[in-house]
């Protein structure tokens, strides 16, 4: 016991209150440790730098000529493959070939092969390509061209005009003989499908009672051709005003009685124009060219003249208009071309 006390006393051992403070420190709640830290990021690794003659040396090697792959097969192998691929080539020509028959107009037909189109014809409708489906299948084409145009077509919107006509003469294109002048002197334009019935009027009246209008427009041909041409004459839609067509009428049907074909023939022209194309300002009935009176090359006495169309719609030598309900027959129509014509 004094031995206990001594050390005590030392401080050797701990005493009562000495004890007392060792246990309450070591109640004491540790302080959490430390988060770890996130570790960084790892630095990207910059690719090796490229110098240009490795660059170019890399291009030249993928442009060359790569060694030719042999694949080795049996000759019979190889006969079957040249069997099958022949008669597929074969098939896929004849079927060209019957394909582009049945489209061709049967002028072009005659003309080509004047003996044997009909024999052609025939053996063609055999796996069902008909001549009446071939007209329906182009007309539907035709016509889905036709209705495009004719949404995208802007009443309100006038062709360009030019200051002065080009200097050089406009060509005479009558698609057939150019007609003497035997007709003029008993010339008249006959207008049917009026509110009152009929119409017949010489070129002297038209012309004192129609204000004349002059415009500088261009002339565009199917053939791939154009040209700016001076044209004087009275408006269409003043001839509609005058002379109104009957209710109903959406069309006019404009016809040349003395148009011959190639061999000096008459062979009568006709096309078809809306009404709402024919009140355009710019459609004009004309009957003076460069400043004087149509010659007979460019349809004396009286043509029409219609920019917004192409050339074949601008018939020459008009002899009669007739005004209808559903749209009629146009001569290059019925002979495979757009009855629209618009550009």
Request: charged share 25%.
């Amino acid at each position: 016991m004094s031995d206990e006390r001594d050390m005590r006393a030392e401080g050797a051992l701990p005493g009562p209150a000495q004890a007392e403070a060792a246990a309450a420190e070591n109640t004491m709640p540790t302080p959490p440790a430390a988060e770890a830290e996130a570790p960084a990021p790892k630095p990207t690794p910059r690719r090796p730098r490229v110098s240009l003659a490795e660059r170019m040396r890399r291009v030249f090697a993928a442009a060359a000529e790569q060694p030719e792959r042999v694949d080795l097969t049996t000759r019979g192998r190889l006969a079957g493959h040249s069997r099958r691929n022949f008669l597929l080539f074969g098939t896929g020509a004849l079927a060209t070939a019957a394909t582009g028959w049945w489209a061709l107009p049967e002028r072009t037909k005659r003309t080509w092969l004047p003996a044997a189109h009909d024999r052609l014809d025939t053996l063609v409708a055999r796996v069902g390509l008909t001549r009446e489906q071939r007209e329906r299948t182009l007309n539907r084409a035709l016509t889905f061209d036709d209705d495009v145009a004719e949404a995208l077509a802007s009443g309100n919107r006038s062709v360009r005009t030019y200051d002065r006509p080009d200097p050089k003469p406009l060509r005479n294109n009558y698609h057939g003989r150019t007609p003497g002048p035997e007709y003029l002197a008993s010339w008249r334009l006959n207008l049917s499908g009026l509110a009152s019935g009929s119409a017949s009027l010489a070129l002297d009246e038209l012309t004192a009672r129609f204000a004349r209008h002059d415009m500088n427009t261009r002339l565009v041909c199917v053939e791939g051709w154009s040209h700016v041409a001076a044209w004087g004459g009275f408006r269409f839609a003043d001839l509609l005003a005058a002379f109104p067509p009957a209710p109903g009428m959406r069309w006019a049907a404009l016809k040349s009685a003395v148009n011959l074909n190639g061999r000096g023939e008459p062979e009568p022209y006709y096309v078809s124009l809306d009404l709402h194309t024919a009140m355009h300002p710019q459609a004009l009935l004309a009957t003076h060219h460069a400043g004087a009176p149509l010659n007979l090359a460019h349809g004396a006495p009286l043509r029409l003249v219609v920019p917004m169309k192409l050339g074949l719609k601008n018939i020459k030598a008009i002899t009669h208009i007739e005004y209808l309900a559903e749209e009629p027959a146009d001569y290059w129509n019925e002979r495979g071309y757009s009855k629209y014509d618009g550009l």
